[in-house]
């Protein structure tokens, strides 16, 4: 009876320890939608939270569900009130660390691990902020059926594409297929509307161009070259002859639809499409961006996913929280995300879209992104830039005076970081 009874004694004190070391901590999370679990977007943190609750005693959570429409705004809203969350997730909001509220993970994570993107896309000021989890990218898709229908040579990493062998495919790609005198199938479809014409970017890059140099933390836009005029000029001609007309015009839904459809061969936008389009019968494959000639590097564009941390004024609930997202960041979670679609950012996970051909060749795409570094006016950059380049597409203005504008405008808002 006595040892009953020492031994109950003993379980009890071990939780209350428990308890007392977590100190009652509640961890306050804002996420955004993540992959779908029987139609709730925020199934998978929901899970998290209560496993991480039953393997710590003490600590539990309140999370608020923060949609992408008007999300970061919500974020904005709270940190200028100073009420902000213990953890959130998203791409670096570097305007949160110039405001000093965000914690830096150097010291905490294995940098050997991720790939050079992923450190990337989640260091400002030469340090790093957050627990990278996932990385997106944009890629070229194409409809293999009408690939095969019209003889066209589908490209490899081996063999890529060059532009000019590129503009002689979706040359052959653009053709009336019922006789009526007019186009029914289009060689191409992509957005130009700003900011989603980003995933252009890797054309201008492969062509031996510049957008952003860093030096010191800080960012320039150096996107006014030769280089950048003449393949801006020559997506302009892409656009003119083998896209519907005023394609240029169109947001992403117009080109997805289109390509969905089966009415456009290639189609260039984020790997979020690809399931969809596979549900809806088309014979998808993936390949690389366009080179300028046999031998270079291919570009792609793509940003970082992380879970950011703010900072805390007690140790232990420092330290819980850091243990949370690596927990939420581990190689164990990153595999899960073959249901998001996304690609993750260490090494040891290895190819969790085995088996998927097109998946796997998107997973190596996203290690040849162009990340634009993390800085307080990135997004507003991002879209001045885009508005010139869409102007351009347009014919609205020439390439040279689109660069001009679009190089003066982004180091205007950069130069004021971003206010």
């Known amino acids: 009876m006595r040892r009953t009874l020492v031994k109950g004694f003993l379980l009890v004190l071990l939780f209350i320890t428990s308890v007392l070391i977590a100190g009652g901590i509640t961890v306050y999370v804002w996420d955004f939608p993540a992959w779908s679990v029987d139609g709730d977007n925020y199934a998978w943190i929901k899970s998290m939270m209560r496993e991480y609750s039953a393997n710590h005693p003490g600590v539990s959570f309140k999370l608020t569900e923060i949609p992408w429409a008007g999300g970061d705004k919500k974020l904005d809203l709270a940190v200028a009130s100073r009420n902000w969350p213990d953890i959130t997730r998203g791409p670096l909001k570097a305007h949160y660390v110039v405001q000093g509220v965000l914690v830096s993970t150097d010291e905490y994570i294995n940098k050997d691990d991720y790939y050079e993107p992923a450190l990337k896309g989640a260091t400002f000021n030469g340090k790093i902020y957050g627990f990278p989890f996932y990385m997106t990218t944009k890629v070229v898709m194409i409809n293999r059926e009408i690939f095969e229908e019209r003889g066209v040579r589908i490209p490899t990493f081996e063999d890529p594409w060059t532009f000019e062998e590129f503009a002689q495919a979706l040359e052959k790609l653009t053709y009336d297929k019922d006789g009526d005198g007019r186009i029914d199938v ?152 073959v249901e998001y679609g996304q690609f993750p950012t260490l090494k040891s996970v290895g190819n969790i879209y085995e088996g998927d051909d097109a998946m796997t060749k998107a997973a190596i795409i996203s290690q040849y992104n162009f990340i634009f570094p993390p800085h307080p006016a990135k997004d507003k950059a991002i879209e001045k830039i885009s508005q010139q380049i869409q102007l351009a597409l347009l014919e609205r203005i020439s390439p040279e005076d689109a660069l001009k504008n679009a190089e003066k405008a982004a180091n205007r808002i950069l130069l004021r970081g971003g206010k």
């Open 186 to 337: 289009y060689g191409f479809a992509a957005s130009a509307m700003p900011p989603d014409n980003s995933h252009l970017w890797p054309f201008l890059l492969a062509n031996g161009g510049k957008i952003i140099e860093e030096e010191k933390g800080n960012l320039r836009c150096v996107i006014n070259s030769p280089e950048n005029a003449e393949i801006l000029g020559y997506l302009a001609g892409i656009f003119k002859k083998y896209a519907p007309p005023y394609m240029a015009a169109y947001g992403d839904a117009d080109a997805y639809n289109l390509f969905k459809s089966g009415r456009a061969a290639v189609y260039i936008s984020g790997t979020w499409a690809i399931p969809p389009i596979r549900r809806a019968g088309i014979d998808i494959d993936v390949v690389s961006f366009p080179v300028k000639k046999k031998g270079d590097r291919f570009w792609s564009f793509g940003d970082v996913s992380s879970y950011q941390i703010f900072i805390q004024k007690d140790p232990k609930k420092l330290s819980i929280l850091i243990d949370f997202a690596k927990t939420i960041t581990s190689v164990e979670q990153q595999k899960k995300l």
